[in-house]
């Protein structure tokens, strides 16, 4: 069974910056890829950023606008989003995930583990 805790999240101002960290249990954290989505109230849960295991990123251009950076370290089985310049409709409930195998993902279908969330607020 692999779990995913992620931390980080908290409340901040607009411009300001945040780092969530995600770290994973099981031995097979190195050979999936990962990705964070977030899910504000009453809408779907989006794609935030993807990365694949050798490293290569992917992110959500709707939005992202170069504010963020996904990283990972597989030697802690833990992955990293640096967010930056923050804004208020940043605000969501963020979510680590480990997609079902190496490559970028971008469905929440296509994840199978989940971690609990970790709420990122951004005020005006």
């Known amino acids: 069974q692999v779990q995913l805790v992620e931390s980080g999240g908290g409340l901040v101002q607009a411009g300001g910056s945040l780092r969530l960290s995600c770290v994973g249990s099981g031995r097979t954290f190195s050979t999936h890829g990962m990705g964070w989505f977030r899910q504000a109230p009453g809408k779907e849960r989006e794609f935030v950023a993807g990365?694949?295991?050798?490293?290569?990123?992917?992110y959500n251009e709707d939005f992202v606008d170069g504010r963020f950076t996904i990283s990972r370290d597989n030697a802690k089985s833990t992955v990293y989003l640096q967010m930056n310049s923050l804004k208020p409709e940043d605000t969501a409930a963020y979510y680590c995930?480990?997609?079902?195998?190496?490559?970028?993902?971008?469905?929440?279908?296509?994840?199978?583990?989940w971690g609990q969330g970790t709420q990122v607020t951004v005020s005006s």
């Open positions: 995930s480990r997609s079902r195998s190496s490559g970028i993902y971008y469905r929440p279908e296509e994840f199978d583990y």
């Open positions: 990365i694949n295991v050798s490293g290569r990123r992917e």
